[in-house]
């Protein structure tokens, strides 16, 4: 199946500084990627829909200006938690579907674990 | 908006037992899938069901989509030790832009 790749897959950061993570479809097409949040034995929660070439679309409650969304090509889009704090640390996953929205399997990236100290 | 509830949160078996998770959409779905999240992994794909009341069977696990397109269920017979982790449905709304997970049923197994 479709590969998606997410890094980094753990991040310590402190509080106050700001962190970028990746996510890559390695062997597709992704023009809608999006991102998730997951915190201990819950369910996924969807953050963001990054649309390639245009600005992402943010769920209700979610700050844009926290949590930055980049899909500057077609394989890429980068999440940047802007001066993380304690309350920030969570399971980040992104995923894509080569089918495009609607339809068809998400495939995940592995996720990225972020701490803030 | 569309949610997605799943029940129970909780499944503790005893192997070789059955058991069954279910999910319900407050609205009409144009499909639902099933995923499976290993302890510290990421969800991985099970299975799409698109048409109404459709059965579709992996081994032990048989996945049912209901006549209104609204519910879903996951049954597993025999369960083994490999089953352990959460299982997520989650619904595409009909013109709906974005995939709605349920809560997740996190399965345990007794040797």
């Known amino acids: 199946g479709a590969v998606v790749s997410q890094h980094p897959s753990w991040v310590i950061c402190k509080s106050g500084t700001s962190v970028k993570i990746e996510c890559r479809s390695l062997d597709f097409q992704a023009t809608t990627m999006f991102w998730y949040r997951q915190f201990p034995k819950q369910s996924l929660m969807l953050m963001a829909t990054s649309n390639e070439g245009s600005k992402a679309t943010y769920e209700q409650g979610v700050e844009k200006d926290k949590f930055l969304i980049n899909h500057a090509s077609l394989t890429l889009s980068t999440l940047t938690v802007t001066s993380a704090h304690p309350e920030d640390s969570s399971f980040y996953i992104c995923?894509?579907?080569?089918?495009?929205?609607?339809?068809?399997?998400?495939?995940f990236g592995e996720g990225s674990r972020l701490t803030v100290l | 908006g569309q949610q997605v509830m799943q029940i129970p949160q909780y499944q503790h078996v005893q192997e070789g037992e059955d058991f069954t998770t279910y999910c319900n959409s407050s609205t009409t779905l144009s499909n639902i899938q099933w995923y499976k999240q290993r302890p510290g992994g990421h969800p991985v794909f099970l299975i799409q069901?698109?048409?109404?009341?459709e059965v579709k069977k992996q081994k032990r696990l048989t996945f049912q989509f209901g006549e209104a397109k609204k519910n879903s269920s996951l049954h597993i017979t025999a369960t083994q030790t490999t089953d352990v982790g959460t299982y997520f449905c989650?619904?595409?709304?009909?013109?709906?832009?974005?995939?709605?997970f349920g809560a997740g049923t996190t399965v345990t197994v007794r040797a």
């Open positions: 995923s894509a579907s080569p089918l495009g929205l609607g339809n068809g399997e998400l495939f």
């Open positions: 989650a619904g595409w709304g009909v013109g709906d832009y974005k995939l709605s």
């Open positions: 069901l698109v048409k109404s009341g």
